[in-house]
């Protein structure tokens, strides 16, 4: 069965870049291993952040279980603080370990110019292409889109998600306790996938980057 390794800042961020493509790998028989960087405690400052992270660890073994998602492993890193603590010696070596265990067919991550305000999903885009191009074997990189104003001047390829696209919209309404972030990106979502599904002569498409 092969594997295919999603990076997220966030646990909700591929619900949004390739929700579509998910349910179809998983339809495909391969496994899908998520790893989330931050439980993304300051998404509520009104609630205490032990709340917060309980909250979004079982809303989100929830949509994984839902989505066929075969295992997702939490880094526990500091919110909105990526920038700092990629740095830390274990993050880097913990997400070479990830890849070298799983030896995925391939590797999805945000991309570099996501534009979200705390910019950790930059982070995690810039953690996993500095620890891929360090290892002998070459593994294929694709940069999913979540909170993207531009395009990028890269190579691209798009995923027909048209057999899905109900699916991906089901699983990023299972984020409930971050509706007020997924209802801002929700209909984006939805256009982008009509958008590219006519570059692709489909119905609804999901575009990668190929960055490695």
């Known amino acids: ?18 929700g579509g493509t998910i349910a179809k790998y998983v339809k495909e028989k391969k496994k899908i291993i998520k790893v989330v960087f931050t439980p993304g405690e300051k998404s509520h400052p009104h609630f205490q952040e032990k709340v917060v992270k309980k909250t979004r660890y079982k809303e989100t073994d929830k949509a994984s279980r839902f989505m066929g998602i075969k295992e997702t492993k939490n880094l526990g890193l500091k919110d909105s603080k990526l920038r ?16 070298m265990l799983y030896r995925p067919e391939k590797i999805y991550c945000p991309t570099k ?9 930059q982070a995690v885009n ?19 889109e979540v909170w993207n104003i531009f395009n990028e001047q ?14 991906k919209l089901d ?12 209802f801002s990106l929700y209909m984006p979502a939805f256009i982008r996938a009509i958008y590219y ?12 980057y190929k960055l490695r």
């Open 171 to 182: 699983y990023i309404k299972m984020f409930k306790s971050q509706w007020i972030y997924m």
């Open 113 to 121: 110019t996501d534009n979200h305000p705390t910019k950790d999903h």
């Open 1 to 18: 069965m092969p594997n295919i390794l999603i990076f997220c800042a966030h646990s909700d961020d591929e619900a949004i870049g390739m």
């Open 126 to 144: 810039q953690t996993v292409l500095e620890v891929v191009d360090s290892l002998r074997k070459h593994y294929p990189v694709y940069a999913y």
């Open 197 to 208: 599904g006519r570059k692709n002569n489909c119905k609804y498409a999901e575009r990668f």
């Open 84 to 99: 700092s603590e990629i740095d830390r010696p274990f993050v880097k070596k913990r997400v070479k370990e990830l890849i």
């Open 154 to 167: 890269l190579p691209h390829t798009y995923i027909d998600i048209t057999g899905f696209m109900k699916t």
